[in-house]
């Protein structure tokens, strides 16, 4: 929780940069008002390991124009929603043309 704190102080904005924060059985709600996009855990499961790397690829491989769909993204990670928990994110993804061949 610190360090989500300390970090907001650099960078306030939730769409500048998405954190995601906690580990198995953190207090979930304290990570999330220190600024956190994303959280483990609601209910106090142990997550699966992968489970934020799945949040985190999501949110990159998603346009700027868009905003990650919370409920679909955390549906399909291994723990559900027992297990993360989170904000509404802008994507990170900007497509870049044409494409150099090189």
């Known amino acids: 929780m610190a360090a989500t704190l300390k970090v907001r102080q650099y960078e306030p904005a939730k769409d500048g940069l998405v954190i995601f924060a906690g580990a198995c059985q953190s207090h979930y709600e304290a990570i999330l008002a220190a600024g956190a996009n994303f959280a483990s855990s609601p209910q106090r499961v ?3 390991a992968l489970d934020p790397v799945f949040i985190m690829e999501n ?3 998603t346009s ?3 905003s990650v769909n919370v409920y679909e993204v955390i549906r399909h ?3 559900g929603l027992d297990g993360i928990g989170g904000v509404e994110s802008r994507g990170k993804f900007r497509l870049g ?6």
């Open 77 to 79: 990670t291994i723990t």
């Open 59 to 61: 949110v990159a491989y």
């Open 64 to 66: 700027i124009n868009s």
């Open 97 to 102: 043309l044409p494409k150099s061949p090189y």
């Open 46 to 48: 142990l997550i699966h």
